[in-house]
């Protein structure tokens, strides 16, 4: 009833909220995005998005239709792998960015392992700057991270979002006084770029704790120890943005892509290299799972 092509270029439209955003990353037309939406909504019976010149937004049953194409994906690609013969086999080395330790990523990757059963999944949770540093030095396949810095174009998008600074309910942050920064330690990108804004508009800070864990991170936020950088769509539950009359600078926007490793010779890298493809298609066909339960 559900093309199965049709419902990744609608999950592909949902996430980036954009025809032509889509078009880019699945290396389409926009006129083709169209038709595959078009088709989508015809069988479902029902309007999915709403779009004008400005914006494109998902109707009441575009939002259901998100969580049924996740579905319907993954049981066509593990019915797919089991009839076909072709079976992927290897150890595939995934790295993945601290901010998705909260998310539903593990229901990707569960449904990625039910239809790959023989590929051999090594989980690495890291900060973002430190997976790069291992998937330039070979020790890791694939990485799902925050792009380094705006107008890389290096990776595969994601899903975009921007940057706040949150804290506990009720946290003050003084104007006359420097901020108080809870921070990942370096290469982190959140530290990078909260640094960067605040020297910018020449605000004084202070390092009141750094941690290697979001979980470190997130428990001396609550503690009213100070403010961090976190994305907008992520924040970790008992936190909250801190308003705007505090009057800390804008921290912009925030990308999360995947990137593909270099393959060793002699790891039998055209298992892998099938491996970090069809991981790669669960992740995009599912970034809708990538946000906490309730917020996607």
């Known amino acids: 009833m559900y093309e199965p092509a049709h419902l990744r270029t609608f999950l592909v439209v949902a996430q980036t909220l954009s025809f032509t955003g889509a078009a880019g990353r699945l290396g389409v037309r926009q006129s083709t995005v169209s038709q595959h939406v078009r088709r989508l909504e015809e069988a479902a019976g029902c309007r999915l998005?709403?779009?004008?010149?400005?914006r494109v937004e998902l109707t009441e049953a575009g939002e259901a239709m998100l969580g049924f194409a996740g579905t319907i994906l993954a049981a066509h690609e593990r019915a797919a792998a089991f009839f076909s013969g072709t079976r992927l086999r290897g150890r595939l080395r995934f790295g993945v960015s601290e901010d998705f330790v909260s998310t539903r990523l593990p229901e990707i990757l569960e449904s990625f392992r039910r239809a790959h059963p023989e590929v051999d999944l090594e989980l690495s949770v890291e900060l973002s700057g430190v997976l790069y540093e291992r998937l330039a030095a070979g020790a890791l396949d694939l990485v799902l991270a925050k792009r380094r810095r705006p107008g890389d174009r290096r990776g595969q998008l994601v899903w975009r979002d921007r940057m706040v600074w949150i804290g506990a309910e009720g946290v003050r942050v003084d104007p006359d006084r420097p901020v108080p920064?809870?921070?990942?330690?370096?290469?982190?990108?959140t530290r990078a770029r909260a640094l960067e804004v605040l020297e910018r508009e020449g605000r004084s800070w202070r390092i009141t704790c750094t941690s290697g864990s979001l979980s470190?991170?997130?428990?001396?936020?609550?503690?009213?120890?100070g403010v961090m950088a976190h994305t907008k769509g992520l924040v970790p539950p008992g936190l909250v943005r801190v308003p705007e009359r505090a009057g800390l600078p804008e921290l912009g926007a925030v990308e999360f892509v995947l990137v593909r490793g270099e393959r060793e010779q002699g790891r039998g890298s055209d298992g892998v290299a099938g491996a970090v493809?069809?991981?790669?298609g669960a992740i995009l066909g599912g970034g809708d799972r990538l946000l906490p339960e309730g917020r996607g």
């Open 181 to 189: 920064l809870i921070l990942f330690p370096p290469p982190a990108i």
């Open 49 to 54: 998005f709403t779009r004008d010149t400005h």
């Open 216 to 225: 470190g991170l997130t428990a001396a936020a609550r503690a009213g120890l």
């Open 277 to 280: 493809e069809a991981l790669a």
